[in-house]
C-alpha cells in the first residue's frame, strides 16, 4: 500500500532505527528493503515517484508493519519540496539514496536536464535535508559508469572519466557528497555497483542480462554492437542488498567509497549470449555490429578488495550463478 503524507501514517515503532529509502519501488529498493524487513528490526520508510516504476510495485515488498511507502514527485521544483512535511514528523536515522534516473537517452539538452534534475538536484536537496533536520547518515547508490573506458582493474582511487550524463551526473553527486562529509560531518557511504541482475519483473529499463535472456527466451533476434566485444561484470541483486545492509551497519567508513562487484574478471556481450544460448539449448541468432552506440563502454572491471577488507563484503551468488537465476526465473515465470 502506498500513503499519502500524513501525521498518522508514522511508522508504529519509534524506538527502532529508521531507514528512508529513496527509489523504494525500484528493483534495489525492493530487494533491499526485503532484507532488511527480513534480517534486521529497523523501520523502513520507502519515497518513489512512481514514474519509472508502477505503484503496483509495491506489492513485491513485504507486508509488514515496520515498512511504509509514500508517493511524491521528487524535487523538480526549489520551491516545491515535497518531502518536508516527512522530515517534520518522522526520525530518520539514515539515508539510502538509491533513486535516479537511469537508461540510454538521446543526448540533448532536454535529457541533460532530466538527469541533473533527477540525480544531482535530487542529492543535494537530501543532502541539505541531512544537515537541517540532523540525520546523521546518507548511504549513495553510484555505478561503475562513473569509471568510463578503461580496460585496467579498478579501485576506487582510480580515475573518473565517465563517458554519458548518467556517469557524470554520478560522479557530481559524489562530489557533493565528499563536500557534506568533509564540511558539515555528515557521515556518507557511495557504493559504486556494477551491472545489476535481479529475479524480478521489469518496467522500463532492462540491464544487458535481463534483456538478453527475455530475447531468447522469446526467440527475438539479437543486435550486438563493438561486434559484441565490450565487457562487463554481472552482480547478483543478493550481493547489493548485502552491501546496502552493511554500509548502514558500519559506523567506522564513513566518507568512504566501495566498489560492489563479483570476483569473477568481466565477460564479453558475446560471451554472456552465447552462454545464455547454451543455457537455454537455443542457437544463437544474433547480428554483429563493428559501429559503437552512444556512451558504450569497452571494458568495466572493478575491483572488490575494499569493500571486503573495510566494509566486510563478501560475494554471495557469483557472477555466473547469479546469471543461472535469471535464466531460471524467465523461464518460469
Not at 519501488?25 to 508502477?54: A, F, R, V
Not at 576506487?156 to 557524470?168: C, F, H, N, R, V
Request: aromatic fraction near 12%; include cysteine.
Amino acid at each position: 500500500m502506498i500513503f499519502n503524507l500524513d501525521r498518522n501514517n508514522e511508522v508504529m515503532n519509534n524506538n527502532m532505527k529508521t531507514i528512508l529509502v529513496t527509489g523504494c519501488l525500484g528493483t534495489i529498493g525492493i530487494k533491499t528493503i526485503n532484507y532488511l524487513l527480513e534480517n534486521t528490526d529497523y523501520n523502513i520508510i520507502g519515497i518513489d515517484n512512481c514514474i519509472s516504476n508502477p505503484k503496483e510495485r509495491v506489492f513485491e515488498i513485504i507486508n509488514h508493519d515496520r515498512f511504509k511507502c509514500y508517493s511524491s514527485v521528487l524535487f523538480t521544483d526549489p520551491l516545491d519540496n515535497k518531502l518536508k512535511p516527512l522530515f517534520e514528523f518522522m526520525n530518520v536515522d539514515c539515508i539510502l539514496h538509491l533513486a535516479s534516473l537511469i537508461g540510454s537517452m538521446a543526448n540533448s539538452v532536454e535529457s541533460n536536464s532530466k538527469y541533473f534534475d533527477n540525480n544531482e538536484k535530487l542529492t543535494l536537496d537530501l543532502l541539505n535535508y541531512c544537515v537541517e533536520y540532523k540525520i546523521p547518515k546518507f548511504i549513495f547508490a553510484s555505478s561503475s559508469s562513473v569509471y568510463g573506458n578503461q580496460s585496467c582493474k579498478l579501485t576506487e582511487d582510480s580515475d573518473l572519466q565517465p563517458l554519458a550524463m548518467y556517469g557524470i551526473t554520478k560522479v557530481n553527486s559524489e562530489k557533493y557528497i565528499n563536500y557534506y562529509h568533509e564540511f558539515f560531518g555528515l557521515n556518507t557511504v557511495i557504493l559504486r555497483y556494477t551491472n545489476v541482475v535481479a529475479d524480478i519483473k521489469y518496467y522500463g529499463y532492462k540491464g544487458f542480462i535481463p534483456l538478453m535472456v527475455d530475447k531468447i527466451v522469446n526467440d527475438e533476434p539479437i543486435k550486438l554492437f563493438n561486434n559484441g566485444q565490450s565487457k562487463r561484470q554481472y552482480i547478483f541483486i543478493d550481493n547489493i542488498a548485502k552491501a546496502n545492509y552493511l554500509a548502514i551497519e558500519n559506523d567506522n567508513v564513513s566518507g568512504e567509497t566501495f566498489n560492489i562487484t563479483v570476483d569473477e574478471e568481466p565477460i564479453s556481450l558475446i560471451t554472456a549470449c552465447n552462454y545464455i544460448y547454451s543455457k537455454l539449448n537455443k542457437n544463437p541468432n544474433y547480428t554483429l555490429y563493428s559501429d559503437k552506440q552512444f556512451g558504450d563502454i569497452d571494458c568495466n572491471w572493478m575491483s572488490n578488495s575494499k569493500a571486503k577488507e573495510k566494509l566486510g563484503f563478501e560475494v554471495i551468488t557469483d557472477m555466473y550463478s547469479g546469471i543461472d537465476k535469471y535464466i531460471d526465473y524467465a523461464t518460469k515465470k
